[in-house]
Every structure is written in structure tokens, then in C-alpha cells.
């Protein structure tokens, strides 16, 4: 089972720069995907950036693409995101999850039911 712990939001002006964390333990971190969703009030949550940490590769949103990095470091078992250029539209509660690589056969930007998640982290941009 793997725990994952979120950290770094906050309230940031537009145009400003958050980087959050998201720490796992528990679990081997050597072959997972780590996807980051948001959840604007009354929106569904959206997946938005996915990063294997094996390979490292990392997909995003057209939404986000250009603004937001992600990043690793294996030895801390924790990725981070860094988001640039943050605009209101993307005041939301952030989460990541984590899910085997072997089990992520379609969009990483969809749920899978074996998904671990952290309890989410505030962030509020505004205008």
C-alpha cells in the first residue's frame, strides 16, 4: 500500500508560481504512475499531468501544458510540481495519486479503482 502526502498550496496572486509536493511511502516507488488531478468547486476532478517513475516520462493537459513542470527525485520517493504563470481557473483542491505502471493501460488522466490518493492540498489564485 502506498501513502501519499501533498504539500506546498496556498494562495498566490495570477501570474504567480506554487510548487507543491507530493511524498509517498509505504511502498516501492520504482515503477508508478503518479498522476496529479484537481477538483474546482462544483467540477468533477481532472486529471492533469502524469509522470512513471521508472522512465520518467510526463504527459500534460493542453490546460496546463507550457505552465506546469513535473519533477522527481526517486530517492525521496516524491514529485513535485512546479506550476508557473497560475491563472484563477486554476483555484482548486489538488491531490496525487499513485497507481503501478502495469495497471495504467489507458489515459493516465482517468482513475483507476487500485489508485492510492493523498488527501489534496488547497490552492486559490486570484485575479
Known amino acids: 500500500e502506498v501513502h501519499l502526502v501533498e504539500s506546498g498550496g496556498g494562495w498566490v496572486q495570477t501570474g504567480g508560481t506554487l510548487t507543491l509536493s507530493c511524498a509517498a511511502s509505504g511502498s516501492s516507488f520504482d515503477d508508478y504512475v503518479i498522476v496529479w488531478f484537481r477538483q474546482a468547486p462544483g467540477k468533477e476532478r481532472e486529471g492533469f499531468s502524469c509522470l512513471g517513475t521508472r522512465d520518467g516520462w510526463k504527459i500534460y493537459r493542453d490546460s496546463v501544458n507550457g505552465r506546469f513542470t513535473l519533477s522527481t527525485d526517486n530517492a525521496r520517493s516524491t514529485v513535485y510540481l512546479q506550476m508557473k504563470n497560475l491563472k484563477p481557473e486554476d483555484t482548486a483542491v489538488y491531490f496525487c495519486?499513485?497507481?503501478?505502471?502495469?495497471?495504467?493501460?489507458?489515459?493516465?488522466?482517468?482513475?483507476?479503482?487500485?489508485?492510492?490518493w493523498g488527501q489534496g492540498v488547497q490552492v486559490t489564485v486570484s485575479s
Open positions: 495519486s499513485a497507481r503501478p505502471q502495469r495497471v495504467n493501460t489507458g489515459s493516465c488522466f482517468t482513475p483507476t479503482p487500485v489508485d492510492y
